[in-house]
T-cell receptor
């Protein structure tokens, strides 16, 4: 069983919809949770970075962590065609460097105008 | 815009050839990484470096080698390319901050390698 599971999609929604992207994980030691966005033919770029449980909001994006359920989510409000990309979740335990990051498979998202 | 550069962007090469994928960063980051990315699969770490003259193998077994002679440069070499090496290779860097608790990865745009 993989440490991090992410629905690969593809997910296609109309412009303006609220999008929910999710990852589940099995390692209870994970404390740092990240969402990366990867446009076609580009490298991933960090979108959201959260520590432990709770919510973090940045503009139209909200990252949510539920450690009791080992479940993290990324919500996109008022989705735009420019949000069309692959979204990767990543996580690691405290005290570990970035070389210990575990990635999900990525969810391919398309926002239709 | 990314401050980490990978060349070439695309490479098609025959079996048995030696290749070097270049990666350079201008951010002064101590830590650098090579990942392999295949469609629908998670990123797999194949090599990383803490700094000059430091290299470590990642979780995914790889026949490639790396070197770190300068802080800004982290090339990856395949001595004899095979079709199984066909993949996208992503280079990344991060600051070194002790426990690494706040050191996100900065990625390059990747090299798409096809071995025929």
């Amino acid at each position: 069983q993989k440490e991090v599971e992410q629905d690969p999609g593809p997910l296609s929604v109309p412009e303006g919809a609220i999008v929910s992207l999710n990852c589940t994980y099995s390692n209870s030691a994970f404390q740092y949770f990240m969402w990366y966005r990867q446009y076609s033919r580009k490298g991933p770029e960090l979108l959201m970075y959260t520590y432990s449980s709770g919510n973090k909001e940045d503009g139209r994006f909200t990252a949510q962590v539920d450690k009791s359920s080992k479940y993290i989510s990324l919500f996109i409000r008022d989705s735009q065609p420019s949000d069309s990309a692959t979204y990767l979740c990543a996580m690691r335990a405290a005290g570990q460097g970035a070389q210990k990051l575990v990635f999900g498979q990525g969810t391919r998202l398309t926002i239709n105008p | 815009e990314a401050d980490i550069y990978q060349t070439p962007r695309y490479l098609v090469i025959g079996t048995g050839k030696k290749i070097t994928l270049e990666c350079s960063q201008t951010m002064g980051h101590d830590k650098m990484y090579w990942y392999q990315q295949d469609p629908g699969m998670e990123l797999h770490l194949i090599h990383y470096s803490y700094g000059v003259n430091s290299t470590e193998k990642g979780d995914l077994s790889s026949e490639s080698t790396v070197s770190r002679i300068r802080t800004e440069h982290f090339p990856l070499t395949l001595e004899s390319a095979r079709p199984s090496h066909t993949s996208q290779y992503l280079c990344a860097s991060s600051e070194y901050s002790g426990t690494g608790n706040n050191s996100p990865l900065h990625f390059g745009n990747g090299t798409r390698l096809t071995v025929t």
